[in-house]
């Protein structure tokens, strides 16, 4: 299923525009286009820029201090770093089952993370292209423009994603990188008065939520580019539980193909590596991973909550299950495969993490005091849960004095690193082709990488603010045009733009 | 002199009352003001090797935690040099060692940590070393991280005077002076080390530390979360002084 425009048979003979940085994502990547003198795109590339190394650099270092340490992959979703290399921590201590207490608590964190990522992403980052249109005037399109012309929309999008850091903050200690997992276990459950002042508020966040699924669907609804913007088959793969249900913590593996047809079924994670490989490609410094039987021209999939929604049989909350429904009604209950959908699936994911909330809050257990459970010990342990934007693999193996000797993460953005990179060409083919480029239409690709919402580093993102260079550089390399966003939003064009 | 007369000098302008034989440091610290240090712990005879507890006496420099208190004396402490001192001194330990609080078990019970934040420290002065110094895990239930070690020397002193093992050692000269262990194979779990030695429980930093006991306290009722050092350090000595002295 790979994209013919992922390497031109002549490059150079062709002129090079870079989107460089991508905005309004988490982390640094830029989208590098090869057209022609007739505008046409003969090559379309999603790149990387950024290296981190954490493999690398945990290697010596005591297991106990991986969860702690690998969540500074990022500021956006640390608690999904934390909690899966907390269950892999688990298996080196022979804690294969929590105590109740614990398990509930990790999953009331991983909800509240659930939450405000997804917030944070369909209010701050994605609704200024659903709400004024992907081509809109650029200083309208971004989140100042939403709290000027939406306060109210704005001012719950502030407050959803607060309530989730505050969830997170119960039980972390902090908003962002907090401790919480230990081995086997938790350092601590919430207390009652903890449960009582999060209990205030969720009903709040349950309704808002509502309103913010039925929105994205009205929205998508009334766009023209629903149905047919980065509209591709692929793959989909998510963790599921052993009933079918969507769980975010734990499960089994599944996969579907294109026509919903079961690749693989309830597979046991700790085995993911004879299910995927990795491929590398020498122009990103993110891996392609594949599903091994359909090989790595075909075995790539998708991740997140567009995966999640076409692999699960349903939800197991009520307002959630009944949204999901009328998604997958939209299909015609086959599979959805429109890029935006990611969207309308994110917020049908909000809407369960809040109610998934509210139920963990009114379980006895989620204040209990029985935290640490212990077995037989281990060097190898594999962590893998439903991070807001995909399936997350951690693998450790240890030595007998207790050191990391080897680690391997998938992280979710690189699951669906071959997925973005197909949305990018086909949006590329089917709008840029043959055009004469401008910012609206550059967008469109940003639009394209964003739904997929990918946390390229993990760690930065400067909201609104980020610069944006385009140059457009003839065969010979000489630039002969450019046009510059400078970091206070105001544009300038020509060779010679600052 | 009749020793109901009570003694005092100044310490920055305040008049503190000793008991004869009492440092500075002490005096100081029974009286309820704080002095920075670190290679100090009252509990222990003291060292002044961190010179972090400087200060100045009649108009020369003394580490206070081995300078006699003396009638009369006019003692500075809290002054914008010495703290400017004490806060390079503290930099100058964060950048020999790999201090990385962010995922370090001992933060919020880091007096090292602890100290540079009641100094101010907001970013390094000095480049980073990057240090790379060997982990000895070998115990199976204490670990010792030489790159966190900040040569303070008080699990050699301890392990000497109060376990009588000898376990650790100070080896090198300079920058490349490091904890060396007494033991065949030069490693922890040859030693005559054990979990209930005084001297793997005073670590001021997070190099000798338990294994299974990382992160077990949540944040917020860490050590320094609850009180900055300054206070904590006041209170405990205080509450040793009427343990002992009543």
């Not at chain 1, 294969?96 to 405000?116: C, D, F, I, S, Y």
């Not at chain 1, 929105?215 to 629903?226: E, Q």
């Not at chain 2, 003001?33 to 100045?56: A, G, K, M, Q």
């Not at chain 2, 935690?65 to 503290?90: F, H, I, Y």
Request: aromatic share 6%; hydrophobic share 40%.
């Amino acid at each position: 299923m790979t994209h013919l425009l992922e390497t031109a048979a002549h490059p150079r003979a062709l002129r090079r525009v870079a989107i460089e940085p991508l905005t309004r994502v988490e982390g640094h990547g830029k989208v590098t286009l090869l057209l022609d003198e007739q505008n046409r795109v003969h090559q379309a590339r999603l790149h990387i820029v950024e290296f981190r190394g954490f493999e690398k650099f945990i290697q010596g270092r005591p297991y106990w201090e991986v969860p702690v340490l690998v969540q500074r992959l990022c500021g956006i979703c640390p608690v999904s770093h934390h909690l899966a290399a907390g269950k892999a921590v688990d298996m080196l201590v022979g804690a294969r089952t929590l105590t109740p207490t614990a398990e509930k608590v990790r999953r009331l964190m991983h909800q509240g993370q659930m939450l405000q990522s997804h917030a944070l992403h369909f209010f701050h980052l994605a609704s200024p292209d659903l709400l004024f249109g992907f081509d809109s005037e650029p200083a309208r399109r971004n989140i100042v423009g939403v709290i000027a012309e939406h306060p109210e929309l704005a001012l719950q999008g502030v407050k959803l994603r607060k309530y989730g850091q505050e969830v997170i903050k119960a039980i972390a200690g902090k908003r962002i990188h907090g401790t919480a997992c230990i081995p086997g276990g938790m350092n601590k459950a919430l207390s009652e008065a903890e449960r009582d002042v999060l209990r205030r508020d969720i009903g709040q966040m349950v309704a808002w939520s509502q309103g913010a699924v039925a929105l994205c669907r009205r929205v998508l609804d009334a766009s023209p580019h629903a149905p047919i913007f980065g509209v591709f088959p692929s793959n989909f793969m998510s963790l599921i539980r052993a009933d079918g249900a969507l769980d975010f913590y734990d499960g089994g593996l599944r996969a579907k193909d294109a026509q919903g047809n079961l690749i693989f079924d309830h597979v046991d994670y700790t085995h993911y590596n004879r299910h995927i490989h990795e491929e590398v490609k020498s122009w990103s410094y993110m891996k392609f991973p594949f599903i091994i039987s359909l090989g790595d021209a075909d075995g790539w999939y998708r991740v997140g909550p567009l995966a999640r929604m076409n692999t699960a049989d349903f939800l197991d909350t009520p307002l959630a299950e009944e949204a999901r429904r009328a998604f997958r009604a939209a299909a015609n209950d086959g599979m959805q495969h429109a890029t935006l959908a990611y969207h309308w699936a994110r917020l049908i994911e909000m809407l369960h993490a809040a109610e998934g909330i509210e139920r963990l809050l009114d379980d006895p257990d989620i204040t209990g005091t029985d935290l640490v459970a212990k077995g037989e010990r281990a060097l190898e342990g594999v962590g893998v849960i439903e991070a807001p934007r995909g399936t997350l693999f951690h693998h450790y193996k240890v030595d007998e004095n207790d050191v990391v000797v080897r680690a391997n993460l998938i992280v979710s953005t690189t699951n669906n690193n071959q997925a973005m990179n197909e949305a990018v060409r086909t949006v590329a083919a089917s709008y840029l082709d043959g055009q004469k480029l401008t910012e609206g239409l550059l967008n469109h690709i940003e639009v394209a990488v964003r739904a997929f919402d990918p946390c390229l580093s993990c760690a930065t993102h400067a909201l609104g603010r980020m610069p944006l260079q385009v140059e457009l550089v003839d065969a010979a390399g000489q630039v002969i045009d450019r046009m510059v966003k400078g970091a206070d939003g105001v544009f300038a064009e020509g060779r010679d733009a600052p | 002199m009749s020793p109901d007369i009570r003694k005092t000098f100044h310490l920055d302008g305040v008049e503190i009352p000793f008991r004869e034989g009492q440092t500075v440091f002490d005096a100081a610290m029974a009286a309820g003001i704080y002095i920075p240090h670190l290679c100090h712990n009252p509990d222990f005879e003291p060292h002044s090797s961190c010179r972090l507890c400087t200060v100045i006496v009649n108009g020369r420099p003394f580490a206070s935690c081995t300078q006699p208190a003396v009638a009369g004396q006019d003692v500075k402490s809290d002054t914008p040099e010495l703290n400017d001192m004490r806060r390079s001194l503290t930099e100058m330990l964060l950048v020999e060692g790999n201090h990385y609080c962010p995922a370090c078990e001992k933060s919020g019970n880091c007096r090292l940590q602890a100290t540079a934040y009641a100094l101010g420290v907001q970013y390094n002065h000095y480049p980073q070393f990057f240090p790379h110094r060997d982990v000895d895990a070998s115990h199976p239930e204490i670990i010792l991280d030489r790159d966190r070690c900040i040569l303070c020397g008080l699990c050699v002193r301890i392990s000497r005077r109060v376990d009588r093992k000898n376990v650790f050692a100070m080896t090198g000269r300079g920058i490349t002076t490091t904890i060396v262990i007494d033991s065949p194979s030069g490693l922890l779990v040859d030693s005559r080390v054990s979990r209930d030695d005084e001297a793997v429980q005073h670590c001021p930093v997070g190099a000798l530390m338990m294994k299974g006991e990382a992160f077990k306290v949540p944040i917020g009722e860490r050590r320094y979360d609850t009180s900055p050092i300054s206070e904590d350090s006041v209170a405990k000595f205080q509450a040793r002084e009427v343990r002992l002295h009543g």
